[in-house]
């Protein structure tokens, strides 16, 4: 009988370990993870992929294309129900709403409002508050029990042509967003508790991109896409680091998320390439000296992630492909054509990379620099994605059109 108690005792230990594995697994608590840089380093892939991941919970949130944040044991998905911009706060072990709170959407139109009514800029979550900005730039702040700290509204009526895009960054107590629209526009920095506004750079307007967060010299500063430029702002001031011309040629973007390795910055956009350029503080000044151009790869709106000195991406052409990230060489480009339009979001799972296009077709791939090895290709929805898929522990979540699931890998 002590033998059968023991082990039930150490039976139940286990479970609650487990059940705590799933609490204490990486957060994802803003746009591309914890760092901006699109790894999930609490991600556990499995030995051996299976052919389908069956939804262990599913439910209708509503509509848009903004990534769900994780933190914790809670979800905070960000969509439009009906006329309304909806923060709804959700348990991740079953998917049930904890708290929401809604405010009225601004009216948007044109085809991209039909096909994409919802908000694109995903919720960055930090300090207990949450940081929105809504499809016509309304910028919110809850905190994490739901209550409304305050709101902002900018730039009135104006945004870019296919609405904002941009996901808020929270660094030392600040809720940085870039507003407005072409010509009239802004990166902004509020106070996280109290929405005061700290500082304001209005040199460009916001394109589709979001920041990247870089220290050169123990000066922090933000790396960032706008709609003519890629440029750094001091993040305690808001102060014009550096700057260098990046502008759209055709029907191209500024959209992808910069990419930093150390003091070098990548950069890519469609029909320009890939670049890279080490960012040195010389005296009181800043430099960026171009270190590399690769003219053939870059992607429309999937950033890139770097792993082990190697940058995979999704060409504009819509094909996976690899360079290495210290040369700018090509290393290899895979044939098959993923998602034209660009829509492919790319993730670090650790020992593997998840690419999951709009298709809703998510394709694992091993991180290898000589050739393209694909591991498994897996349909997780019945509708278009253009959210991230969220990696923890043994969990990934997907917002799709309207929907959140959260899918269980062995």
Known sequence: MENTNRCRATAAVCVVLIGAGCLFAQDWPQWRGPNRDGKATGFTAPAQWPQQLAPQWKTTVGAGDSTPALVGD????????????????????DGKEVWKDKYEAQAIGGPA??????????????????????????????????????????????APKFFTSMSPMIVDGLAI??????????????????GDEKWRWG?????????????????????????????????????????????????????????????????TGKGRGAKAVKIEKKGEAFEATEVWSNPDLAPQFASPVLKDSLLFGLSDK???????????????????????QGFTSIVDGGSCLVALPSSSE?????????????????????????AHPVLAGHRIFVKDQDSLAMLMVP
């Open 74 to 93: 809670k979800l905070y998905v960000f969509t439009r129900q009906g006329g309304d911009e909806v923060l709804a706060c959700l348990n991740a072990a």
């Open 113 to 158: 409002a039909k096909l994409h009514s919802g908000p694109r800029s995903s919720p960055a979550v930090a300090d207990g508050k949450v940081v929105t900005i809504g499809v016509a730039g309304v910028v919110s702040c809850w905190d994490t029990s739901g209550k409304l700290l305050w709101r902002k509204d900018p730039f009135p009526k104006a």
């Open 177 to 194: 967003v870039h507003v407005g629209g072409q010509g009239n526009g802004a990166i902004i920095a509020f106070a996280l508790a109290s």
């Open 203 to 267: 040199g460009e307007g916001p394109d589709y991109g979001s920041p990247a967060l870089l220290t050169v010299g123990g000066v922090k500063q933000i790396v960032t896409p706008t709609e003519k430029s890629i440029v750094g702002i001091a993040v305690a001031d808001g102060k014009l680091l550096w700057q260098r011309p990046f502008t759209i040629q055709g029907m191209a973007y500024n959209a992808a998320t910069p990419i930093i390795d150390g003091q070098t910055v990548i950069y």
């Open 318 to 340: 819509g094909n996976l492909y690899c360079l290495d990230a210290k040369t700018g060489k090509t290393a290899w480009t895979d044939t098959t054509a993923r998602d034209r």
């Open 362 to 386: 998510m394709v694992v791939f091993k991180p290898d620099g000589k050739q393209y090895q694909e591991v498994a290709k897996i349909k997780v929805a019945d509708t278009a994605i253009y």
